[in-house]
């Protein structure tokens, strides 16, 4: 019984160790990677909302735009503040890849699509703000990480019953 207790508390330990285990992200790379998930969010979900007639997808949309429009600018003004330059956020890659296939789907199959990328899109910026609330190096930027990893959390969630 007590080994199970430890072998428990090993693996819920276990995430927390290997964040604190990562090299620390520098306040750059972390702002513009912040800035390139949401402005994905922003325009993904810009293009499911003009188009989609199903309104639990449509809600979910919106939730987006808001949401990460307000992470946008918390980053932002947490990096002014730290005299972390800002640039204009681009897609990167991925971003741009993914965008470029949804404008391409039409109706329901856009709206599969865009289900299918925000679950990879999002466990991607989990990632992302949970390691710099464990490992980044500005110390305002690491709470507005940490604030924003609820959020992200309730998003993978929503998108869980999707």
């Keep these: 019984m007590m080994n ?3 072998t428990a508390a090993v693996l819920i330990a276990l995430p927390a160790y290997a964040l604190s ?5 520098p306040a750059s790379t972390y ?5 390139a998930s949401d402005l ?7 293009l499911v909302l003009a188009t989609t007639t199903n309104p639990k997808l449509k809600s979910f949309a919106q939730m987006m735009v ?7 600018a918390d980053v932002k003004a947490a990096a002014t503040a730290a005299h972390v330059k800002v640039a204009q956020p681009k897609l990167d890659a991925v971003g741009a890849k ?6 391409a789907a039409k109706g329901t199959a856009r709206d599969r699509l865009y289900v299918t ?3 990879a899109a999002h466990e991607k910026a989990l990632a992302l703000q949970q390691g710099y609330a464990a ?3 500005v110390p305002g930027l690491k709470t507005v990480a940490a604030g924003i990893v609820p959020v992200v959390q309730t998003h993978i969630t929503e998108l869980q019953s999707m």
């Design 4 to 6: 199970r207790f430890y």
């Design 21 to 25: 285990a990562q090299a620390p992200i």
């Design 31 to 35: 702002v513009m990677k912040a800035g």
């Design 40 to 46: 994905y969010e922003k325009t993904s979900s810009e």
């Design 66 to 72: 808001t949401d990460h429009t307000k992470s946008t």
């Design 98 to 103: 993914n965008v470029a296939a949804l404008r």
């Design 117 to 119: 990328q925000q679950k």
């Design 135 to 137: 490992n980044g190096t």
